[in-house]
């Protein structure tokens, strides 16, 4: 389960919570030259660069892995692109997001293309002259009856040098790659129901989230009691086996708490935060989306609370998407529409 919380919702000061929005990069949709419909802001680096994807524009109009870098004038942040994504099955398109390992390598996912057409994992290494080499890791639908699933997510890093990561469909999957000195071997740790309604979620979104302990949090963003999605996490158990266990199954009855979590799990200190694509404001039909936090609170119940309620208003966006970040400050970064957002957290156990 989740580890024990050291910042109570009902403490004043994580109660007070003040939004404060900048835009750091407006994508161009329809431009060569930029990416378009951000899926993924995941990491900084040691520079404090931020690097995510596109799932659409650039050279092929099929998605862009980028790097945003401070410093420009007035605040602004400036985009350079890393890697344009063809439509072939040399290469996957349409990116969900990357993660950054300590000698500044990316690793990522794509929902589409690679030899069988269901998806690949990538890793990006920088080179000289700011030039980025791509290199296929898996290729989807690669075991017999596509076992492996189909469409992965954003992939996580774990500490021996592995990845875990999700797959949205073929069926859901949760699975591990490892590297070896023959490439990279495919594990299997969690088959996900794909009927309507099962209790452990259905269609997971987003990267998996590790814990110190070697557990993974997750979300789906379907299935749950009212298909409203779910959260998870998944624990190692003896033999090699995973146990996935529900932490919050989201109501779509009462959309002001949010559903359909639209971009997997962060944790920090010790609470859980993430995103919603539906519920919160009332401006947007179904819903604008929300942020929001998990905290264990006493006798183990896991609450939850919604840190921003986004409402139709193009200057913050909606349909929330991608995961949500911190800096050293405690700022809260993520995606939600028509560009990157700040969300700006004076909470004190948040800095």
């Known amino acids: 389960m989740m ?13 007070q919570v003040q939004d404060q929005f900048q835009v750091l990069h407006a994508f161009v949709y329809g431009s060569l030259n930029d990416g378009a419909g951000p899926t993924g802001l995941q990491v900084f680096d040691k520079e404090g660069n931020l690097y995510g994807t596109t799932g659409g524009g650039g050279a092929y109009m099929y998605g862009t892995a980028y790097e945003l870098t401070r410093g420009g ?8 692109i890393l890697h344009n994504f063809p439509d072939g099955a040399t290469d996957g398109y349409q990116p969900t997001g990357v993660v950054i390992d300590g000698a500044g390598n990316l690793y990522g996912a794509t929902t589409h293309g690679g030899l069988n057409g269901l998806g690949t994992v990538f890793e990006l290494t920088p080179g000289a002259n700011g030039q980025w080499t791509e290199t296929i890791l898996w290729n989807f639908c690669s075991l017999p009856d596509c076992a492996d699933g189909g469409g992965p997510l954003t992939p996580t890093l774990n500490p021996a040098g592995g990845l875990y990561g999700v797959t949205y469909g073929y069926p859901g999957t949760a699975f591990e790659l490892t590297p070896g000195v023959n490439g990279w071997t495919f594990s299997l740790l969690y088959t996900f129901c794909s009927q309507p309604n099962c209790a452990d979620g259905s269609n997971p979104i987003g990267p998996l989230t590790l814990d110190a302990k070697g557990n993974l949090y997750g979300e789906t963003f379907e299935g749950g009691t009212t298909d409203g999605g779910t959260v998870f996490t998944l624990q190692p158990q003896s033999g090699g086996q995973w146990k996935e266990s529900v932490l919050h199954d989201f109501d779509v009855e009462d959309p002001a708490e949010g559903y359909d979590p639209s971009g ?3 944790l920090h200190q010790n609470g859980l935060y993430a995103t919603t694509q539906g519920g919160g404001g009332s401006g947007c039909d179904g819903g604008c989306g929300t942020v929001f936090e998990l905290t264990q609170g006493s006798g183990g119940a896991i609450n939850e609370q919604v840190l921003h309620d986004f409402s139709a208003n193009g200057s913050q966006g909606n349909l929330v998407d991608g995961v ?3 800096d050293d400050r405690g700022d809260l970064f993520g995606v939600a529409g028509e560009g990157v957002l700040r969300l700006a957290d004076v909470a004190l156990c948040l800095a």
């Open 264 to 266: 997997g799990a962060t």
């Open 73 to 80: 004038a007035n605040g602004q942040w400036t985009e350079t």
């Open 324 to 326: 949500v970040v911190f």
């Open 3 to 15: 580890a024990a919380i050291g910042c109570a919702l009902s403490s004043p000061a994580s109660a």
